[in-house]
T-cell receptor
Framework: GAVVSQHPSRVICKSGTSVKIECRSL??????MFWYRQFPKQSLMLMAT?????????EQGVEKDKFLINHASLTLSTLTVTSAHPEDSSFYIC????????????FGDGTRLSIL | TQLLEQSPQFLSIQEGENLTVYCNSS?????LQWYRQEPGEGPVLLVT?????EVKKLKRLTFQFGDARKDSSLHITAAQPGDTGLYLC????????????FGGGTRLMVKP
C-alpha cells in the first residue's frame, strides 16, 4: 500500500528556533500533499495544501510566513516552522495523495513539536 | 464550507459490546474515508466509500455511505480492547484539490 514517511517524529527545541519537517511519499508520486495540525484530543485541522512546483495554498488563519512550505519534487514536501514559540507546540501531520485519479490520502506518522 | 459532524465524541464500552459511530453533513461528498488513529501516530486508512448506499465490511467493522452521500456510519460488532483509538471520518469534496473535511473524531475505549 501507499506509504508516507514523516521525519522527524519528535522535536524539542528552544523558543526562536526554526524547525523543518519532511514528508515523503515512498512508493508513489504525490502531486499534492497536505499539512495538518492536531491539538490534544482533537481532530485534524488542515493548515495548507502543498502542490508540486507551485506555491502552497494556505487555509484561513494560517500565516504563510510562519509556516513555510516547499514541495520541490513529486515525493517530498517540507514544512518549516519559523521562529517557533511555545504556542506552536503541536502534533503536525502530513498526508499525500497518489496523483493518479481520485485516491484517498495516506498519512505520515506525525511530528510532535515541543517548543520550550 | 463543508462541515462534518461526528458523534459520539467519546465512547467507553465493555469488551463484546457493539457500537455505531455516525458522521453527518448537509454537504454531498464525492467519497468518504474512515481512519483510525492511535496516540502519537498518524491516521491509518480503514476504508473508502464512494457510491451512495454502499456498504463495506472489514472483519468486525461495517461501513455504510448514505444514499445521498451526505452521511456515513461505522458499526463495530463485538468490540475488543484492540479497537481502542480515535476514529475519524473525512469527506472528500468535489473541488479540484479533493481536500478532506474531517469530522471531530470519536475516541473509543474498549475495556477488557
Amino acid at each position: 500500500g501507499a506509504v508516507v514517511s514523516q521525519h522527524p517524529s519528535r522535536v524539542i527545541c528552544k523558543s526562536g528556533t526554526s524547525v523543518k519537517i519532511e514528508c515523503r511519499s515512498l512508493d508513489f508520486q504525490a502531486t499534492t500533499m497536505f499539512w495538518y495540525r492536531q491539538f490534544p484530543k482533537q481532530s485534524l485541522m488542515l493548515m495548507a495544501t502543498s502542490n508540486e512546483g507551485s506555491k502552497a495554498t494556505y487555509e484561513q488563519g494560517v500565516e504563510k510566513d510562519k509556516f513555510l512550505i516547499n514541495h520541490a519534487s513529486l515525493t517530498l514536501s517540507t514544512l518549516t516552522v519559523t521562529s517557533a514559540h511555545p504556542e506552536d507546540s503541536s502534533f503536525y501531520i502530513c498526508s499525500a495523495r497518489d496523483g493518479r485519479g481520485v485516491q484517498p490520502q495516506h498519512f505520515g506518522d506525525g511530528t510532535r513539536l515541543s517548543i520550550l | 464550507t463543508q462541515l462534518l459532524e461526528q458523534s459520539p465524541q467519546f465512547l467507553s464500552i465493555q469488551e463484546g459490546e457493539n457500537l455505531t459511530v455516525y458522521c453527518n453533513s448537509s454537504s454531498v461528498f464525492s467519497s468518504l474515508q474512515w481512519y483510525r488513529q492511535e496516540p502519537g501516530e498518524g491516521p491509518v486508512l480503514l476504508v473508502t466509500v464512494v457510491t451512495g448506499g454502499e456498504v463495506k465490511k472489514l472483519k468486525r467493522l461495517t461501513f455504510q455511505f448514505g444514499d445521498a452521500r451526505k452521511d456515513s456510519s461505522l458499526h463495530i460488532t463485538a468490540a475488543q480492547p484492540g479497537d481502542t483509538g480515535l476514529y475519524l471520518c473525512a469527506g472528500a469534496g468535489r473541488n479540484a484539490g479533493n481536500m478532506l473535511t474531517f469530522g471531530g473524531g470519536t475516541r473509543l475505549m474498549v475495556k477488557p
